[in-house]
Nanobody, 116 residues
Framework: QVQLVESGGGLVQSGGSLRLSCAAS????????MGWYRQAPGKERELVAT????????SYADFVKGRFTISRDNAKSTIYLEMNSLKPDDTAVYYC?????????WGQGTQVTVSS
């Protein structure tokens, strides 16, 4: 079955950095685009970044452009989110998702907390 396991979150000071990972299994990883989403307390889940199946194409929400970088390693069935210049507004649970898949699958997420 499809599994998505996010990791790498934690508590960091404003201006700091974190690198999130999402290990995927149960489907042909190299065939699908992937995305990172986040959900802050009391807010709806929002798209942060996407990456194509080959990794050649990426896109970012305006609020993370220039600070976050999405990447993938198809040999390891893993995507990453490098987060720099973190702000308190980046505090949220971060999730990865398969894009264009028949069903929606979500992992348990990884908590990112940025202190001011």
């Amino acid at each position: 079955q499809v599994q998505l396991v996010e990791s790498g979150g934690g508590l960091v000071q404003s201006g700091g950095s974190l690198r999130l990972s999402c290990a995927a299994s149960g489907f042909t990883f190299s065939r699908y685009a992937m995305g990172w989403y986040r959900q802050a307390p009391g807010k709806e889940r929002e798209l942060v970044a996407t990456i194509s199946s080959t990794g050649r194409s990426t896109s970012y929400a305006d609020f993370v452009k220039g600070r976050f970088t999405i990447s993938r390693d198809n040999a390891k069935s893993t995507i990453y989110l490098e987060m720099n210049s973190l702000k308190p507004d980046d505090t949220a649970v971060y999730y990865c998702k398969i894009l264009g898949y028949a069903l929606d699958y979500w992992g348990q997420g990884t908590q990112v907390t940025v202190s001011s």
